[in-house]
């Protein structure tokens, strides 16, 4: 597995940064709901992201995302269905894609019901499993309606 960070966030959620396997300073910023822990712990830990991912549109998995963009170019992923204001490039389920900096493959599986429109968005890499969305599942909140995670 990936070494991954975890980021708090509110009272509730993490935020999550996916390292390379020798950790390196590229990072892939994952749901990041507040810009603030994340600038701090990308600072604190000398880390460049390269990527934001975002699984679905609800604010604390997308809130931080306009002020990440004012420090760092980085391009956003996130689901074609979901208005997601600063998604660069639009994945749909089934869809592959690379990250150099990391030089990692990753594969996007949808798996409807959390949100209306389609679902969450799971950005699991290729070969090794690696599966963003476990880990969003563990940060989700106690409240898993439209409103909530």
């Not at 389920?93 to 798996?111: E, M, P, Y």
Request: negative net charge.
């Amino acid at each position: 597995m990936e070494p991954v960070l975890h980021v708090c966030a509110f009272e509730d959620n993490y935020i999550w940064l996916i390292r390379s396997r020798d950790y390196a300073s590229p990072v892939i910023i994952v749901d990041p709901g507040d810009a603030e822990p994340v600038l701090e712990t990308l600072e604190r830990e000398q880390l460049v992201p390269v990527a934001i991912f975002c699984t679905h549109h609800h604010g604390d998995h997308v809130g931080g995302v306009a002020d990440l963009l004012q420090h760092y170019k980085v391009p956003v992923y996130g689901p074609t269905q979901e208005k997601i204001a600063h998604v660069t490039r639009p994945v749909e389920n089934g869809d592959s894609f690379q990250v150099t900096a990391l030089d990692k493959n990753f594969r996007v599986l949808a798996i409807p019901g959390h949100t209306h429109a389609s679902g969450r968005r799971h950005f699991g890499e290729q070969p090794d499993g690696f599966r963003a969305g476990v880990y969003h599942g563990l940060a989700a909140g106690s409240n898993e309606g439209e409103g909530g995670g």
